[in-house]
């Protein structure tokens, strides 16, 4: 293993540089990496003592609905969630508010959640097509390949938005009501320095859809950007398993036994009680993604350690409702449902609010059908556009479980409606196959079903019939606010997870002697006489491996030029764990390193700018020094294509 870093002194960054240079197209093959070696700090050491925070404020902000709870750092363990809501839904409880959104035909904020829905849905259809309405938008950051500071959304309307405006408006909007409510428990002006946010995201997103949470936070106003450990982000299952393990018996469900656990001491801790050592497997089920993560449990303090990466994908609920619309599209033509989504926007909110409480009546022992209101306006567009009655559709179209009722509803039988869960369902039980079969996912002693489509009798069903056993499901009783509730508690101590898992394996390419036999003839490059070989890649972690928290990757940097005022180093990563070269297939480059050396100029020969990476964190960090003079140098990493 070490032969390879005993040569480091000889080893160069290929693609750092801030001037081009006549050495092909890698970039001047100038900067010289000392020796590279991981160090493991002490706990002591790890987290800086910053600002104290008088109240933890996390806002989980999610596919369909979200909110904020709080707790003051004087009582940790009493968590506050945000008031009731105006406005709500029939058969949905409104702890948490929809992720909808209502800018004003000059693009500015007007509401958020029912307020916004409301509002959009009272306009008269001739003004609410210039409004710009947003739901379900949060998915785009997981679904954009190449996220940006520049990537847009699109409106109901069919208009554009920048989607960094738009976080950062939702942001805005939870930070006012926060205060605001902070301000009246307390009885005065709450001052937003006194807390400390949290963010929650999917833990399977990747590094460029967390940092743009955080720019949005930053334009939002929620922190600044001089003060960044002001907000912390966190990852959704990790929040939920945080609450889950100090949950009280008389706090979830069994669904072995199907009974509220009862008839122990309510201090006893979850089913029987989590012991050292315990293995258990959180599944976080929301609106757009489906998130797993394994932990083991580590007394007596607690701490958690990861046993395995985050897994899942976009396999949240709203895939349900993409095959309602699918159903739609079969019976009525997708041609106009297109222009029905476009021309009469509110309606299809309706029509999908409507929609939404039938799916949330869906179990798998249901024998009668669910009806669902079709608003006027589809009704008599579809005559408008057609030529014929949606009765008329109805009875031509070849799907046969779904009737029209004479009361003007669309009448689904059970089994359609099942139909619709189903592709989704599948998805997540192939999933937690798929998991349940890596070696360190053995021995699991509780399995704990989370987020608002955990709820599902069908999901639930589809879980139990897959474990047989092997594993007890728990569900949490308050199981939308799980994580809301977790983020507060990782926000009042965040050195709760101990141990995390690299998602990625993550590195740069470097120039080593070139070695006749081992290294293949298209890397040479010869320079000065000497012969070098490029595009190796320096792994700084492998995907997967056990990362500690304040763990770090160390690597020293020397500029090319004693007058070079900035080093950019390319960063790359890969879901391979072993990688040679930077060239090779499934390698890509995700960031970049900048080091500012301006103004550290000295009189040494050789300046060497040490960095220290952290991988062992919910967001990878960099810092650096001067070694010569001891100064701090400005690093940063940048994941958001540019």
């Not at 160090?39 to 002591?44: A, E, P």
Request: aromatic share 10%.
């Amino acid at each position: 293993m070490m032969t390879e870093k005993e040569t480091a002194t000889e080893k160069i960054i290929t693609d750092a540089m801030a001037n081009p240079s006549p050495a092909k197209s890698m970039g001047d093959p100038g900067i010289t990496p000392l020796s590279p070696s991981h160090t493991q700090q002490n706990d002591t050491d790890q987290v800086p003592s910053g600002p104290s925070f008088v109240v933890v404020v996390a806002i989980d902000f999610g596919t369909t609905s979200s909110g904020y709870a709080y707790a003051f750092t004087k009582e940790p363990e009493c968590i506050h969630t945000m008031r009731r809501w105006e406005g709500g839904d029939p058969g949905v409880s409104n702890q948490k508010t929809p992720t909808t959104i209502l800018l004003t035909p000059d693009r500015k904020f007007h509401s958020f959640g029912y307020a916004a829905r409301d509002f959009y849905h009272d306009l008269d259809p001739s003004e609410s097509k210039h409004w710009l309405y947003l739901e379900k938008f949060k998915m785009k950051l997981h679904t954009t390949a190449n996220l940006s500071i520049d990537t847009d959304l699109q409106a109901a309307n069919g208009k554009r938005v920048k989607a960094l405006d738009i976080f950062a408006y939702a942001l805005a909007f939870f930070k006012e009501q926060a205060l605001k409510e902070l301000s009246d428990q307390t009885g005065g002006e709450f001052d937003n320095n006194d807390v400390r946010w949290v963010i929650t995201v999917p833990a399977i997103w990747k590094m460029p859809a967390k940092q743009f949470m955080r720019e949005a936070a930053y334009k939002s106003g929620l922190v600044s950007r001089e003060n960044p450990e002001q907000l912390i982000i966190s990852l959704e299952p990790e929040a939920a398993s945080i609450y889950c393990r100090k949950l009280r018996l008389h706090q979830m469900v069994d669904l072995g036994t199907q009974t509220t656990q009862n008839g122990f001491s309510p201090t006893d801790n979850t089913g029987g009680g989590m012991t050292q050592g315990d293995r258990y497997v959180v599944v976080d089920c929301g609106g757009g993604t489906v998130d797993l993560t394994v932990h083991q449990i580590r007394l007596p303090e607690g701490h958690l350690k990861e046993l395995y990466k985050a897994s899942g994908g976009p396999y949240g609920s709203i895939g349900i409702d993409y095959e309602f619309e699918k159903l739609l599209c079969r019976i009525f033509g997708q041609d106009f449902i297109d222009q029905f989504k476009v021309k009469r926007p509110a309606a299809w909110v309706d029509l999908m609010i409507a929609f939404e409480s039938r799916k949330r009546a869906a179990a798998p022992d249901r024998t009668n059908p669910l009806n669902i209101n079709l608003p006027f306006s589809f009704i008599d567009y579809y005559k408008k556009f057609r030529g014929h009655s949606v009765e008329h559709a109805l009875r031509k179209s070849n799907v046969d479980f779904v009737k029209w009722s004479s009361q003007g509803m669309l009448r689904m039988s059970p089994d359609a409606m099942n139909s619709l869960f189903k592709p989704t369902i599948d998805h997540i039980i192939q999933h937690l196959t798929e998991l349940f079969e890596k070696p360190e996912v053995s021995d699991i002693k509780f399995l704990f079903l989370v987020g608002g489509f955990a709820e599902s009798p069908l999901l639930q069903q589809a879980v139990q019939n897959m474990l047989q056993g092997r594993s007890r499901i728990i569900i949490p009783h308050d199981v939308g606010l799980t994580i809301l509730k977790g983020a507060v508690l990782f926000g009042l101590d965040p050195s709760i997870i101990k141990v995390r898992r690299s998602p990625l394996t993550y590195g740069v390419g470097v120039l080593n002697r070139f070695v006749e036999g081992k290294h293949p003839l298209e890397k040479l490059l010869v320079k000065d006489g000497t012969r070098w070989c490029t595009d190796v890649f320096d792994t700084f972690i492998t995907a997967d491996q056990s990362v500690a928290l304040g763990e770090m990757v160390k690597r020293s940097y020397t500029p090319a030029k004693p007058s070079q005022q900035v080093i950019v180093i390319h960063v790359y990563c890969s879901e391979k764990e072993s990688i040679g070269f930077i060239s090779e297939p499934g390698v890509r480059k995700c960031g970049t390193l900048r080091l500012d050396v301006s103004g550290t100029e000295s009189t040494a020969p050789r300046r060497e700018i040490q960095t220290l990476m952290q991988f062992g964190d919910t967001e990878i960090r960099a810092m650096a020094v001067d070694v010569s003079t001891g100064r701090t140098v400005k690093a940063s990493i940048d994941f958001l294509s540019h």
